[in-house]
């Protein structure tokens, strides 16, 4: 830090003020040349907030941002990608039905001649160059709707290297990649390094953070609250930092009895699945591992009656229960916090309470009117068990942070008196405090008697908080383990078979 | 700075609940300046009725449609549906069948056009603008033929009573009917469990069908109602004009759709008010009645009503803007 030159973006005092939160409080950091900085917090910490003041979407409220030395006064996404700064978001931006290569140039094409001609061959070639200084080999003339999540990832990457790029943000990026594929971004970013770009990267699997990131910082409740040098430290002593006190567990895992059968499911054979066969057992967790594309996300839609069942058999308390449709789950007491909360979950644009209760309008009021009053009392009831964050329950679900929407998911099935909950992925881009939050209710679930399907591809995760492991992979079960008896190199070595 | 905070809530509170009320500050301003500048005849029986009338037939079909624009559909078929019905009473009446019998053949068939509708949209999965695009022209293509293009009178105390009547001797009919269209729309819409759902489907309609929601056979009854009270509005434009002609109620979908939208509710569905659809029908009409009286040429009127649209649907976009910007 004695060299200032080598300082490429300070941003000093940053504040900026929510309608009833103060989001950033006076943050300052300073990002040193193909230096990768690592920034970590909770749920609404501040993260996300820093940086869309950096790529413009939002104004701050006070603070200065200086480039290069130079104080740069960022009003809109166009003066952050002059300045050269790119984020990589998390939800990508990738425009499916493109080309890799038209992707990549995409509102920049190259043209020649007088009349302005796209040039394919040139961009092409450009395209091809791109992808070799970052080692990847991709088509350029692939349709992006057909690629992985993480390939789609290295054409954003591409896409934002194809002009020069200074500082270069990634939020969360490995949030939907196999462990293959997180070493393979891995190298990506070192590459980048090399080339003198600077990097910002979020995540909150800390484990990562320890393997990439040069230093760290660390936000809390909009205040930074640590630096560290990633040599300097520990993961105890960031995650202490990050929630603000120390967490000796991180996996809270109580012993609850288990008792009879409550879902048997026998030879399930739909869209992406191939005759599954599973029990689950009153206050059990029964987790479901596999990589993307194992067919995990197919099993929970033709558990849930999303997807249609081809042949098979599931049978709830004994009886045999015909899922034909997500109503007819949620009638059999069986409840879904699906993969993408935002989209598969939430009503964004709707409240809390009318979110909580989404799944149970039948039982809002006696007649056909909704008794508001008791709907209020209802979603306060939940959000209190729950504790979900927000200033009241008429808050636009929009407005809440990762964790807390997820809680609210899941108080639209506890509401609705779910006894088998269905989680797909239930911690994914959530951080470290909310994550311990959603492990204890799902404990105390399974100790008030429900039954838990949790689908994850954390392997800490999973190994720890499931009773029982089933590994996935072609649509196909091909491993069962007992917690006792599982370990990550068996679960990994199953799920690729 | 927790008093910042709480300033900026109820500074958002604020802008959200001034939406339907603004609609009925510029609507109060347009009623006094056109009792004004139109006086003496802008508050005459001789005007005003005919324009409550007219108001309330286009009010009972926006009421309904809202309900369907909520769910993220739309209908654009309600004119030809006009059209269709009103020859259809015609020719019924011609041939001789009591009046109450007409009423209900009418309604049912709206229903079964509006039922058309939702199973191309729900069961099919053809978007709604191109299902009803497409119906818009095959009722009023009904229409013709069975009319072969022309008038046809329709006169019948029953039809007569639809649009002409009155309530206790003063109020007229059609308004009686807006009432009671607005109320219950308004219970359906604002308190019920179905409401409920509508605006859950127009907010996340996948969401809403892994919560448990019927999705298709809420918006499937949506077009079912919308098409019946359609047909209801057909009646009541018979009735007001006495006769039964295919070319009635054309263009009449764009001007419902306009107030609809002027009354605050998106396309593409989860936003939108009963009350601020009325808004936006009262606006329109008296805007056209006011630019009549004061023999504004046909032609302008378009361009005021045109301008008027895009101008209170900017600034719910500007402000959506700021407030944005703000958070």
């Not at chain 1, 560290?228 to 609850?256: C, F, N, S, W």
């Not at chain 1, 990762?402 to 959530?430: C, D, F, H, Y």
Request: charged share 20%; glycine share 10%.
């Amino acid at each position: 830090m004695s060299n200032s030159n080598g300082i490429v973006l300070k941003m000093e005092n940053i504040t900026k003020t929510f309608p009833g939160v103060r989001a950033l409080d006076n943050v300052s950091i300073d990002l040193h040349k193909g230096e990768v900085l690592g920034i970590l917090g909770e749920n609404g910490a501040g993260k996300s907030t820093l940086i869309k003041i950096l790529a413009g979407n939002y104004i701050k409220d006070s603070g200065h941002i200086y480039i290069d030395g130079k104080e740069l006064d960022i009003k809109g996404p166009a003066e952050a990608m002059v300045s050269g700064i790119r984020v990589i978001y998390q939800e990508l931006n990738t425009i499916d039905n493109l080309t890799v290569t038209e992707n990549i140039f995409v509102g920049e094409q190259i043209v020649k001649g007088p009349l302005k001609i796209v040039d394919w061959k040139a961009m092409t070639e450009q395209a091809r160059a791109l992808l070799d200084t970052l080692s990847v080999k991709l088509d350029p003339d692939a349709i992006v709707g057909d690629l992985s999540v993480s390939q789609k990832q290295v054409v954003e990457i591409a896409k934002a290297i194809s002009k020069e790029a200074k500082i270069m943000v990634m939020d969360e990026p490995t949030a939907a990649l196999s462990e293959e594929e997180i070493k393979s971004l891995f190298n990506i970013i070192k590459t980048l390094k090399k080339r003198g770009v600077s990097i910002i990267y979020i995540s909150h699997r800390l484990k990562e953070v320890f393997e990439i990131v040069d230093r760290v910082i660390v936000l809390r409740d909009g205040k930074k609250v640590g630096v560290q040098k990633i040599q300097e430290t520990d993961h105890g002593k960031l995650v202490a930092l990050m929630v603000g006190r120390d967490i000796k567990d991180m996996y809270p895992k109580k012993e609850v009895e288990i008792g009879d059968m409550v879902m048997d499911v026998k030879n399930l054979s739909a869209d992406g699945i191939d005759s599954i066969s599973f029990e689950l057992k009153k206050g059990e967790i029964l987790g479901i591992f596999g990589l993307l594309g194992s067919g995990r996300t197919s099993l929970v839609k033709a558990l849930f009656g999303a997807n249609k069942i081809k042949s098979g058999q599931i049978f709830i308390n004994g009886k045999r229960a015909v899922i034909k449709d997500p109503s007819t789950a949620r009638d059999k007491r069986v409840g879904l916090v699906p993969l993408d909360r935002k989209a598969e979950g939430l009503a964004l644009i709707m409240g809390v309470k009318e979110n909580i209760t989404l799944a149970n309008i039948k039982d809002l009021g006696k007649s056909f009117l909704i008794n508001r009053k008791k709907e209020k009392q209802r979603a306060e009831k939940w959000v209190d068990e729950v504790g979900i964050r927000t200033p009241s329950v008429d808050q636009e679900v929009n407005s809440l942070s990762g964790g807390n929407q997820q809680k609210v998911v899941l108080a639209k099935w506890l509401e609705s008196g779910s006894q088998i909950i269905i989680l797909n992925e239930p911690t994914r881009g959530i951080d470290v405090g909310a994550k311990i939050e959603i492990y204890r209710l799902i404990e105390d679930l399974c100790e008030k008697g429900s039954s838990i399907i949790m689908i994850s591809s954390e392997l800490p995760e999973i190994l720890s908080i499931a009773d029982r492991i089933i590994t996935m992979n072609k649509g196909r079960f091909t491993g069962q383990y007992l917690r006792k008896e599982a370990s990550e190199e068996k679960l990994l070595q199953k799920a690729c078979l | 700075m927790a008093e910042n905070a709480n300033a900026g809530i109820s500074k958002k509170r604020h802008f959200k609940i001034n939406n339907t009320a603004i609609l009925f500050i510029i609507l109060a301003g347009m009623f006094i300046i056109a009792s004004y500048v139109g006086r003496p005849f802008f508050f005459s029986k001789l005007n005003l009725i005919p324009m409550i009338n007219n108001l309330s037939f286009i009010g009972v079909v926006a009421a309904v449609l809202t309900m369907v624009m909520v769910t993220g559909e739309i209908d654009f078929s309600i004119g030809g549906n006009i059209g269709l019905t009103a020859c259809l009473t015609a020719l019924l009446l011609e041939r001789g069948l009591p009046g109450w019998l007409v009423v209900v053949i009418v309604l049912a068939t709206g229903a079964a056009m509006g039922a058309f509708n939702g199973m191309v949209v729900t069961v099919i999965g053809v978007n709604s603008m191109i299902a009803t695009i497409g119906t818009m022209f095959i009722w009023r293509g009904i229409g013709y033929t069975l009319t072969n293009g022309e008038s046809i009178l329709a006169m019948n105390p029953v039809i007569d009573y639809i649009g002409r009547g009155f309530v206790f001797k003063v109020i007229p009919f059609p308004i009686v009917l807006l009432v009671v269209v607005f109320t219950i729309t308004y219970i359906v819409m604002h308190h019920s469990k179905w409401g409920r759902k509508i605006y859950a489907i127009g907010s996340n309609p996948l969401a809403s069908f892994l919560s448990g929601i019927n999705v298709k056979k809420v918006k499937f009854i949506g077009f079912l109602i919308c098409g019946m009270t359609a047909s209801l509005g057909g009646l009541i434009l018979t009735s007001l004009t006495a006769v039964g002609m295919p070319q009635h109620g054309q263009g009449l979908e764009l001007l419902i759709i306009s107030s609809i939208i002027l009354g605050g509710t998106v396309l593409g569905g989860g936003k939108g008010t009963i009350l601020g659809t009325l808004a936006g029908v009262f606006i329109l009409s008296v805007l056209y009645n006011f630019l009549t009286i004061m023999n504004i040429y046909y032609f302008y009127m378009q361009i005021v009503q045109g301008t008027i649209l895009i101008l209170i649907v900017s600034t719910y976009e500007m402000k959506q803007t700021m407030i944005r910007r703000r958070t």
